[in-house]
């Protein structure tokens, strides 16, 4: 599909590499200025340097986006130079997997900081000027766990799954600005995050026994349906989460 998102501003987050790499690089393919953050320079640096060699719109920040008052200064900095951010991606997020009685404490907060409370974070901070503008899209990358949970994933599923309640809560908070607020909830997509098991061929037989279309996901898979999100065509579509995963979860 053809979108335009030109005079449109976009912050991805987790913009360095996997599938925030190919939302980045989908929305400045039709026309944004994207914000690559991510949480080492050289990565988002990477994808906005590649992004601006072909003709692109970018700049690059790093940001821990698990530090609230990193993303509180980042905003602010940000909200000065481009007056609006009118589509904002939340996609960094990490696993720290084990079953429930041997999770720390450190990996469940570090799974919350950086996959959840990043997400009310950049949300708080950014949404205000797309309220005033009466426009702006928000689309949060959650997980098939976050819908049906994962043995080994606690913190990673309630972290999902937060994302997915603070999405539906946020799109009636700022519906009447027509700032919609939707969740994208991958299955398993071929990234760094998933290399382990991907890789390995017993592991991914047995993980595709549960995905009807027999396959892994692309990055670019996501990016297609954030950018739809994104884009003037979907303005009528708010507080929903587009499953994406080959089936797995219906
Ligand atoms: P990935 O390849 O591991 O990339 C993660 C990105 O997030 C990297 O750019 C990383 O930054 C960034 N990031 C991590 N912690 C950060 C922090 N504290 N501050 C700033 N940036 C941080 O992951 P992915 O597979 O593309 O996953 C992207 C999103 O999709 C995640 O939210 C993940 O939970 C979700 N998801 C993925 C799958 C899947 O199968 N891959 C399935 C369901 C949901 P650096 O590059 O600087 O390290």
Known sequence: MSYTFNNRTALVTGAGRGIGRAI?????????????????????????????????????????????????????????????????VNNAGITRDGLLFRMSDADWNDVISTNLSSCFHWCKHLARPMTRARWGRIINIASVSGIMGNAGQANYSAAKAGMI??????????????????????????????????????????????????????????????????????????????TVDGGMAM
């Open 24 to 88: 980045a690089e989908t929305l400045a393919k039709h026309g944004a200025t994207v914000i690559c953050v991510s949480k080492s320079a050289e990565s988002c640096g990477g994808v906005a340097d590649a992004i601006v060699a072909s003709g692109g719109k970018a700049k690059a920040l790093a940001v821990d986006v698990a530090d609230g008052a990193a993303i509180a200064q980042a905003a602010e900095t940000l909200l000065g130079e481009f007056t609006n951010i009118d589509i904002l």
């Open 165 to 242: 309640g603070l999405t539906k809560t946020l799109a009636r908070e700022f519906a009447s600005r027509s700032v919609t607020v939707n969740a994208v909830a991958p299955g398993f997509i071929k990234t760094d995050m998933t290399s382990e098991f991907v890789n390995n061929t017993d592991v991914s037989a047995k993980i595709l026994e549960a995905v009807p279309l027999k396959r892994f996901g692309e990055s670019a898979d996501i990016a297609n349906m954030t950018a739809y999100l994104a884009s003037e065509e979907a303005g009528y579509i708010t507080g929903q989460v587009f």
